[in-house]
């Protein structure tokens, strides 16, 4: 198969739950020399996403995106050495605290931005799925963090991103830490809507975001 057909056939694997197949394409990729983050964001979120839009129709429930999610972790399992790899020779100059927000479980998506966070560059503190606001707050003010990263994977869940924000203002720290937000179901709209200072439609373009960002001292533009 060459690089497109193994793409596509990544996210059918996702869409089919398969973990064995998406595993093998994995390493026959690899062995080929396709880049770590062409098979992650070309084939692996892809599906997830495709899984994702599936499940806010109500055309797949919550068992299937979590057997979704599994095909996806187990993927991401063999290609996370070799992003790693790609950051291994960079200093740590920046620091970013990450979190799936209160309400929501889903850690796909915000595992990925982490790692991709690291090979940029970042020291991440990643606290994890439903994460209340203020655990966001007290992190950033005691790391320095100059990006808060903000995941949700559900529409009902995005309130939450909200909330972190306007906590963010009451305390008086606003304008110390830029704050991005991602997600399936998140836009731009609802990212200018919230004030919050950038949103990525890919974990890719999230971390594009969070180096600019982190270059001007985490202040928002």
Not at 21 to 38: M, S, T
Not at 41 to 70: C, H, T
Not at 91 to 113: E, M
Request: proline content about 4%; hydrophobic content about 45%.
């Amino acid at each position: 198969m060459d690089r497109t057909e193994i793409l596509d056939a990544l996210k059918q694997a996702i869409l089919t739950y398969d973990e064995d197949g998406a595993r093998a394409l994995v390493a026959q990729a690899l062995e080929a020399g396709i880049p770590p983050l062409d098979l992650v964001e070309g084939g692996l979120s892809r599906g997830i996403k495709a899984i994702g839009e599936k499940f806010q129709a109500m055309e797949v429930f919550l068992p299937e995106l979590m057997l979704a999610a599994k095909v996806f972790l187990s993927a991401l399992e063999l290609i996370e050495p070799a992003l790693v790899g790609l950051g291994e020779s960079r200093p740590r100059q920046w620091v970013a605290v990450i979190g799936t927000v209160k309400g929501d479980v889903h850690s796909i998506g915000k595992d990925l931005y982490a790692t991709l966070l690291k090979v940029a560059g970042f020291e991440v503190h990643n606290l994890g799925v439903n994460v209340h606001p203020g655990k966001f707050a007290d992190k950033a003010q005691e790391t320095g963090a100059q990006i808060v990263g903000l995941s949700a994977l559900m529409t009902t869940t995005m309130p939450s991103m909200r909330e972190v924000v306007e906590l963010f203002v009451a305390r008086g720290i606003r304008d110390r830490h830029a704050i991005l937000i991602g997600g399936s179901p998140v836009t731009q709209a609802f990212c200018d809507k919230i004030r919050a200072d950038g949103y990525g439609e890919t974990a890719q373009d999230g971390v594009d975001l969070a180096v600019r960002f982190a270059g001007q001292g985490g202040k928002p533009c």
